[in-house]
């Protein structure tokens, strides 16, 4: 998926068996139901450090996770592209909406609504 240098540890952290399954997981969704999986694989964290570059540049990062059962793997941007086989357009897409804080997600569907509250005081 990603590289082996890629300080996540994607592949480590994942078996073939896990990755299978998040593919066809994936692609049994509905498109919308995909692009709120996708979103929630996204986790907005705003930088400890400011960079020197101050205000200009203070924008949102993103962690992203996958959802193996119950546990929660930490993966990097590509290994997320190369799990569910999407575009970084589209992954960058979503970021940027979670940035303008519009991407609402739909909430009809509370399936994936699993998500543990933000850390207090972060
Ligand atoms: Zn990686």
């Known amino acids: 998926m990603c590289t082996a240098k890629c300080r996540?540890?994607?592949r480590d952290n994942s078996s073939d068996a896990d990755r299978q399954r998040l593919f066809?997981?994936?692609?049994?969704?509905?498109?919308?139901?995909?692009?709120?999986?996708?979103?929630?694989?996204?986790?907005?964290y705003k930088p400890l450090v400011?960079?020197?570059t101050t205000d200009k540049h203070r924008q949102l990062s993103f962690k992203n996770f996958v959802t193996v059962?119950?546990?929660?793997?930490?993966?990097?941007?590509?290994a997320l592209q190369a799990l569910y086989?999407?575009?970084r357009g589209r992954l960058n897409g979503i970021a940027e909406r979670m940035?303008?804080?519009t991407a609402d997600?739909?909430?009809?569907?509370?399936?994936?609504?699993?998500?543990?509250?933000k850390t207090p005081g972060a």
């Open 50 to 52: 400011t960079m020197r």
């Open 105 to 117: 997600t739909p909430s009809r569907q509370g399936k994936h609504k699993n998500r543990p509250n």
């Open 69 to 78: 059962g119950d546990r929660k793997i930490r993966v990097c941007e590509k």
């Open 8 to 10: 996540s540890n994607c």
């Open 85 to 87: 086989q999407v575009s």
């Open 24 to 44: 066809v997981e994936f692609y049994d969704l509905d498109p919308e139901a995909q692009q709120s999986l996708l979103t929630a694989c996204f986790e907005a």
């Open 99 to 101: 940035r303008q804080g």
